[in-house]
């Protein structure tokens, strides 16, 4: 494990103890989102750099943006279904109040 994944493990762990295994379909779908962001980032970079005109690159920042509050939401629904779900079932109610400060803090 490189030092970079073993601070963002720390990270993750240091937040609130808790950790999410996920299907290997849903890693992987949300694991090419990412990919597909991160390339978006870059060409966004590249544009700065080739001196791109100010529209064109505000309308490729809004893409990346839309793909990554498709992320977003895409990581939320599974985190409903399952975490929530599962914690409602077994009589974990502060879950629900943990949701609705993530969705808070998604929205400011």
């Known amino acids: 494990m490189s030092k970079e994944d073993e601070e963002i493990q720390g990270e993750e762990m240091s937040c609130c103890g808790k950790t999410k295994i996920r299907t290997e379909d ?3 779908s949300l694991i090419h989102r990412l990919n597909r962001i991160e390339g978006q980032v870059r060409g966004l970079r590249g544009m700065l750099e080739r001196n791109a005109y100010c529209p064109n690159i505000l309308i490729q920042a809004s893409a990346a943006n839309a793909a990554l509050n498709a992320f977003c939401r895409e990581l939320l629904s599974e985190h409903i279904k399952t975490c929530v779900a ?7 109610t502060e879950t629900v109040d943990e949701l609705l400060d993530t969705i808070q803090r998604m929205l400011k």
């Open 26 to 28: 849903l890693k992987k």
């Open 86 to 92: 599962d914690d409602l079932k077994a009589g974990k």
